[in-house]
């Protein structure tokens, strides 16, 4: 309804004050201050209020009260226009420009659909909502990890002979009065147990131990911190490789290759010692080096996917069968 063509007129009904115009409704003029716009309003409000309206009702069954409650509703409305700056300079374009209709349809829905907290506000508390989310995931994955380092009889043999070296599981069996039950001196020394994992072992990749440093939160506080510094690192790495032409040390090389691989700073630190130190030998921060070795475990990978059984039923069903065949067989 509001596309249809329609005759322009400086006062629509359902914009602002409607047919009237709101610095008559309050009785100011165009000039007026904001100090005489909200004086004016007090003295309407107090007298127009419903609570304190004492009129008398011009028809019965109290018309003179609804009167009253509509004209204080038009009052309201016109200091909610006139109060604000921006609303009351899109209201006066309105007055001086009445042919622009459907622009002062847009101008006065958009203000009035338009959220009324602070948007900084909003993206503070998601930011916040989210950054405490991946604490507390990150930590129930490291806590999942000790869990199961706990039940690897490799790490618990080892972690249960450095308790016993320490006398930490010994002080658990006590007599007498201090006497306590099985389960739960076996509750106390799985727990000194899961201590000793966590403080000899080193996990990485993405059950490692969460670091504050590492959530969302701390990283946008922290970004201009981490682009000053990749660029005092990217203008020394240009200065002592490409100008003075320095040969790379042993963690220039693996970053290289950690390039090539496309592989986070994360999942390049997960790998085992040795995988490195072949990637060393084999001089893979030379990309020709590095093809030759991307080409091998391509290879490797087909040949292995090939000896599998799993794969092997994969491609005779694929091959007899298939996801668009109808069959009747059983299983």
Wanted: with cysteine; glycine share 6%.
């Amino acid at each position: 309804a509001l596309l249809l063509p329609r005759a322009a007129r400086g006062l629509t009904e359902g914009l602002y004050c409607g047919r009237r115009v709101c610095y008559d409704v309050l009785g100011v003029s165009r000039q007026a201050s904001k100090a005489e716009i909200a004086r004016a309003y007090r003295q309407l409000a107090r007298k127009y209020h419903p609570d304190r309206y004492r009129g008398e009702p011009a028809a019965p069954g109290g018309g003179g009260s609804q009167a009253a409650h509509e004209k204080f509703l038009l009052i309201a409305t016109a200091y909610e226009t006139l109060k604000d700056e921006e609303t009351r300079k899109d209201y006066d374009y309105m007055l001086d420009h009445p042919e622009e209709y459907y622009r002062h349809y847009y101008h006065y829905y958009s203000r009035r659909l338009a959220p009324k907290v602070d948007v900084r506000i909003v993206i503070l508390v998601t930011v916040c909502a989210i950054s405490v989310f991946q604490f507390f995931s990150w930590w129930s994955s490291y806590n999942e990890a000790i869990n199961y380092l706990a039940t690897v009889p490799k790490y618990r043999i080892q972690a249960t002979e450095i308790a016993r070296q320490q006398g930490l599981l010994n002080k658990t069996r006590e007599k007498g009065k201090n006497r306590r039950s099985k389960e739960e001196i076996r509750e106390e020394e799985e727990e000194i147990i899961k201590d000793i994992i966590k403080n000899k072992i080193d996990i990485k990749g993405g059950y490692q131990k969460p670091k504050i440093y590492d959530i969302l939160l701390f990283q946008i506080l922290l970004a201009p911190f981490y682009l000053c510094k990749y660029i005092v690192w990217y203008c020394w790495w240009f200065y002592c490789f490409t100008i003075k032409g320095q040969e790379y040390g042993v963690e220039e090389k693996l970053y290289i290759i950690r390039r090539y691989m496309k592989m986070s700073q994360s999942q390049f630190d997960s790998l085992e010692d040795h995988q490195k130190d072949t990637f060393l030998e084999r001089q893979l921060w030379i990309r020709e080096n590095y093809e030759v070795y991307k080409q091998e475990q391509e290879e490797e990978l087909k040949k292995k996917m090939a000896m599998d059984p799993r794969w092997k039923r994969y491609r005779r069903w694929m091959k007899n069968e298939g996801p668009g065949r109808l069959t009747f067989i059983d299983d």
